[in-house]
Structure formats: structure tokens, C-alpha cells
């Protein structure tokens, strides 16, 4: 049975623990697109921080896709949107509500992969290591302080499962 379409996490699934993809498995998927199989990288991470491995496999062009942001961001390697659910600014203002009530670190990322978060007692590693792997910094700004239209793909509450 040959297959058409190979769907693959990134984290604990494809990466190692050293966040890197094995000398295996990238033969393996190699030769899996060279028997026109399509691989297509799915991940909770931004768009910005899966190009890397996706361009290590071989996965470029029109014609190949990655899923981000837990799935709100289908795009082909081109960077043409396919589609992408997003969450609006008002949201964005009742979730800044929530964390500043609990005092949780928090960060939400926009359609570019940007790292927002309102505040500095709100920074913490994992916000941090976002801002980071998606190379594009840290904003900190209030959402009344963004446009009307601002909209999110994904917040992130960060903290102990106590917390």
C-alpha cells in the first residue's frame, strides 16, 4: 500500500528530546516523498519556528503544506494562507482579564508569529523561548493599546498544573 499524505507532530513525536530530527527519520522521510508521498508537518508552534525543519526535509513549494499554531494556520511553503481561524482582539482583552486576575505568565502569538504579552511581571522562560524560537522579539503592549482588528492564533497560559 503506498501512501498518499503522511501528517507528523513535531514535538515528542518527530523531534528528539534535543529538538532535532534524526538522521532515521529524515531518510525515512526522504524516501517516502520520493515515492510522491506528501509530508506535511503539524505542530502547536508558530509557522515561523517549523520553516527550518521543514526546509531540512526537503519540504518546499506550492504544492507542500504545514499545519501551525495547533492547527488555526494551514499554509503551503510558499507562505500562501490556506486557511486560519483566529481569535479576535475582545477575546484577547477577556483572556488579559483572566490572567491579570489569577496572576499567571501568559503570551498570545498574532497571524506573524509575534509574541505579545502585557506586561513584565507576565515574562517568564517559556514566553521567553517563544519570543525566541520565533525570532521576531517580544512585544508588550495592553490590547487596548492594539488595533480594533487585532487578531490572535493562539494564547498560551504558562505555569505549574497546581498554579
Known amino acids: 500500500m503506498r501512501y498518499k499524505l503522511i501528517t507528523i507532530d513535531m514535538d515528542d513525536t518527530l523531534l528528539t528530546t534535543a529538538k532535532e530530527i534524526s538522521e532515521k527519520n529524515k531518510n525515512m522521510i526522504q524516501r517516502a516523498m520520493a515515492n510522491g508521498t506528501k509530508i506535511v508537518l503539524c505542530s502547536g508552534r508558530p509557522h515561523k519556528a ?3 525543519y521543514a526546509h531540512s526535509l526537503g519540504i518546499d513549494g506550492d504544492d507542500n503544506y504545514m499545519i501551525t499554531n495547533g492547527g488555526a494556520i494551514i499554509e503551503n511553503m510558499s507562505g500562501e494562507i490556506v486557511y486560519q481561524k483566529t481569535l479576535s482582539n475582545d ?6 482579564k483572566f490572567v491579570k486576575e489569577h496572576v499567571l505568565p501568559y503570551c498570545v502569538l498574532d497571524i506573524q508569529g509575534n509574541t505579545y504579552t502585557s506586561g513584565f511581571e507576565f515574562i517568564d522562560e517559556y514566553t521567553i523561548a517563544m519570543a525566541y524560537e520565533n525570532s521576531r522579539g517580544l512585544c508588550i503592549k495592553e490590547p487596548e493599546d492594539l488595533p480594533a482588528d487585532f487578531e ?12
Open 50 to 52: 517549523m520553516y527550518d
Open 91 to 96: 477575546f484577547y482583552c477577556e483572556f488579559v
Open 152 to 163: 490572535i492564533t493562539k494564547a498560551v497560559i504558562n505555569g505549574s498544573e497546581q498554579r
